[in-house]
């Protein structure tokens, strides 16, 4: 089996995206590697692949509870045995899951970087093969990261403790400079291949809007995007609850996350959003971590966040799948003062002396002044978070460097919304029918062709209209039933498969498994669970076509 075989075999995918098979490739020839990609750009490709090839064991160093579950339920979903060891386990379960790792049960285990010190998992892991390790969310390695973890210091000195020690990946999706050098020298990468593939998300559309009333504007922003799904932040809790409470009394499906409310309750509000119960959460910087949704169409930010890592972390939770998408921040002087009190308060780390806080505080604040620049500069928004990571962004024409996609260089937004929001017939799809522009009018047009083609069916109808109202209709008849799935096996519905994956099944219009199999994103084993039910869908759906257009 070769690399090619396990991406389609596994993930459904005919190719690589930019950069992940250079990464695949220097991991399967032994050399130690760190990928700096954006949030969607495909950074668990680039060390599952290569785990299913090599001999030994994964190791996946990930410090986000939410985040193991979700990547090991995927994992099982495509026919990969995988599993996870950390807090939210009891110590039975630990137990039976390092014997069964140790009879070869697993290739892929992801572990809390508290847990690689403990007695029992570090028997295990000197007595197996371990071929990787992989360090997720490597910036938490660092002191100049924004989300620091003293645990993540703890993983070279495990490495030590190996009898052989094995290849170390790492991969993050923020990282300066100055971080991507401490992951180099903390982790000790040998020779390492160091690919970046670019921070630019061309899909997400940044706007900063200067308001007072923000209330009114997320209530209006919400009602005119109410199909879509999307995650609202707040600073503090006080906040979210009034916001939820404008929204659940206008009668939006919306859920709430902060720590002060309890285990249970968070647990069961973040279900309702990922299972599409509830579409928009309104929530504190504590929710989204690990958080896979890749529908999210828009993230709004009610308040400023306290630096540009986390704004770029939190706003790339939209659209993760590729398609267009807005992060919109609320700026108002005050959330300067709020953002200060919380950098001057905050609970001391037991684990860093006092000089060491007084250096973090200052880091802080400085990173800060950079966010409210951010806020406040006239010029483009995407290429000022380009330029803070490092990246120069091409500008071929010279002058004044213009995205064309954020609230700065978008002359008349109104002209972009239209843009957007419009397919060629002039039938407003986004918002109204499906909260997505699911297909431009040319791929309509092919997915109705297919339909036509298998029924040989005059239509008595402009082929306009008819495209533009099936192919919505057979996206939502799929999203209904990949919901119904998703509530019967206990996992995501983009899990099960994502709006990409459905929407080229609507383009493709797949009637058995070879064709099924060519739709992105559908393995043999997806296919086995899942295939024929799909595909009896989209039968149904077009006998009814085939009878309506008879009429």
């Given at each position: 089996m070769d690399k090619y075989t396990v991406l389609k075999q596994?993930?459904?995918?005919?190719?690589?995206?930019?950069?992940?098979?250079?990464?695949?490739?220097?991991?399967?020839?032994?050399?130690?590697?760190?990928?700096?990609?954006?949030?969607?750009?495909?950074k668990s490709l680039c060390y599952q692949v290569p785990a299913l090839l090599m001999t030994g064991i994964t190791l996946v160093v990930s410090p986000l509870i939410s985040l193991m579950k979700d990547q090991v339920g995927a994992l099982n979903q495509a026919g990969v045995h995988a599993a996870y060891i950390n807090s939210s386990l009891t110590d039975n379960q630990i137990t039976k899951a390092l014997a069964l790792a140790s009879r070869g049960q697993y290739k892929i285990i992801y572990v809390a970087p508290e847990r690689l010190e403990t007695r029992g998992f570090l028997d295990f892991a000197t007595h197996a093969e371990i071929s990787m390790i992989t360090v997720d969310e490597?910036?938490?390695?660092?002191?100049?990261?924004?989300?620091?973890?003293?645990?993540?210091?703890?993983?070279?000195?495990?490495?030590?403790?190996?009898?052989?020690?094995?290849?170390?990946?790492?991969?993050?999706?923020?990282?300066?400079?100055?971080?991507?050098?401490?992951?180099?020298?903390?982790?000790?990468?040998?020779?390492?291949?160091?690919?970046?593939?670019?921070?630019?998300?061309?899909?997400?559309?940044?706007?900063?809007?200067?308001?007072?009333?923000?209330?009114?504007?997320?209530?209006?922003?919400?009602?005119?995007h109410r199909q879509d799904s999307g995650i609202i932040y707040c600073a503090t809790r006080k906040n979210v609850e009034k916001v939820y409470d404008l929204l659940n009394s206008n009668g939006f499906s919306v859920t709430k996350y902060h720590a002060g409310l309890s285990p249970q309750e968070r647990k069961d509000n973040q279900d309702s959003f990922i299972y599409d119960i509830k579409p928009v959460v309104v929530a504190t910087n504590a929710f989204g971590m690990g958080?896979?949704?890749?529908?999210?169409?828009?993230?709004?930010?009610?308040?400023?966040?306290?630096?540009?890592?986390?704004?770029?972390?939190?706003?790339?939770?939209?659209?993760?799948?590729?398609?267009?998408?807005?992060?919109?921040?609320?700026?108002?002087?005050?959330?300067?003062?709020?953002?200060?009190?919380?950098?001057?308060?905050?609970?001391?780390?037991?684990?860093?002396?006092?000089?060491?806080?007084?250096?973090?505080?200052?880091?802080?604040?400085?990173?800060?002044?950079?966010?409210?620049?951010?806020?406040?500069?006239?010029?483009?928004?995407?290429?000022?978070?380009?330029?803070?990571?490092?990246?120069?962004?091409?500008n071929p024409y010279g002058g004044k460097y213009n995205c064309n996609n954020c609230s700065n260089c978008i002359a008349d937004e109104s002209e972009l919304l239209a843009d957007k929001a419009y397919m060629d017939t002039g039938s407003r799809i986004r918002g109204r029918d499906s909260g997505w522009d699911i297909m431009t009018a040319e791929k309509l047009k092919r997915s109705a062709q297919m339909a036509k083609s298998a029924y040989a069916t005059p239509r008595t109808r402009k082929p306009e209209d008819v495209l533009n109202e099936r192919g919505v209709e057979l996206f939502n008849r799929l999203r209904e039933l990949r919901k119904m799935i998703a509530v019967s096996v206990g996992m995501p519905p983009y899990i099960i498969f994502s709006d990409k994956t459905l929407i080229d099944m609507c383009l493709k219009v797949p009637?058995?498994?070879?064709?099924?199999?060519?739709?992105?994103?559908?393995?043999?084993?997806?296919?086995?669970?899942?295939?024929?039910?799909?595909v009896d869908e989209i039968y149904d759906f077009l006998d009814g076509m085939k009878e309506n257009l008879a009429r």
């Open positions: 596994y993930f459904g995918y005919d190719s690589f995206r930019p950069g992940q098979e250079k990464l695949v490739d220097s991991i399967l020839s032994g050399r130690d590697v760190l990928g700096i990609m954006p949030t969607g750009a495909g490597a910036h938490c390695i660092s002191q100049w990261g924004q989300d620091f973890r003293p645990s993540y210091l703890n993983i070279l000195s495990f490495v030590k403790k190996l009898a052989v020690r094995p290849i170390i990946s790492a991969f993050t999706a923020t990282a300066t400079s100055k971080v991507r050098d401490d992951i180099l020298q903390i982790l000790s990468l040998e020779r390492p291949t160091i690919l970046t593939t670019g921070f630019d998300r061309e899909n997400l559309c940044f706007k900063v809007k200067h308001i007072k009333d923000k209330d009114s504007y997320v209530l209006d922003y919400v009602i005119s958080i896979d949704k890749s529908n999210v169409r828009y993230v709004i930010h009610y308040n400023m966040p306290q630096c540009i890592e986390n704004y770029y972390q939190e706003a790339g939770r939209a659209g993760r799948d590729g398609e267009d998408s807005e992060c919109i921040l609320l700026y108002s002087p005050q959330d300067i003062m709020i953002n200060k009190f919380f950098i001057e308060h905050r609970e001391p780390n037991p684990e860093i002396d006092e000089s060491e806080q007084a250096r973090l505080i200052a880091l802080d604040k400085r990173r800060l002044n950079a966010m409210v620049d951010y806020c406040r500069t006239a010029g483009c928004l995407r290429e000022y978070i380009l330029k803070y990571f490092g990246e120069k962004p091409d009637f058995n498994r070879e064709e099924m199999l060519s739709v992105s994103g559908v393995g043999e084993n997806k296919y086995e669970r899942y295939g024929k039910t799909f």
